[in-house]
């Protein structure tokens, strides 16, 4: 159940930003937003490894794009329906 993940835990800080990012607390934002994309829009009795596997890619996936706080959105709300709709948590996960 998507209840049992707690998304705090992984959500970034401007801190864990400031080596990448010329906007630290812009990019932190962004990638707090598509983190919340990605819970908001998952089925709501999804496996909690599953989640917090997509949860996980999206962090390493995202955090070092230096073009982060430039994303559009909508472009954003694109991507994470694509990443929920072809998810292969096989391939993704973290416990192998």
Known sequence: MKS??????I???PEDMEDLHDDPLGASDKLNEVLHLVYD???EDICPSELENMLSFVWEHWH???YLSDIEVDD??????????TWD???HNSED
């Open 4 to 9: 049992s993940v707690d998304i705090h835990i």
């Open 11 to 13: 959500l970034s800080t």
């Open 41 to 43: 829009l998952a089925d």
């Open 64 to 66: 070092q794009d230096k």
């Open 76 to 85: 954003l709300v694109d991507w994470v329906d694509h990443l929920i709709n």
């Open 89 to 91: 948590n096989e391939a």
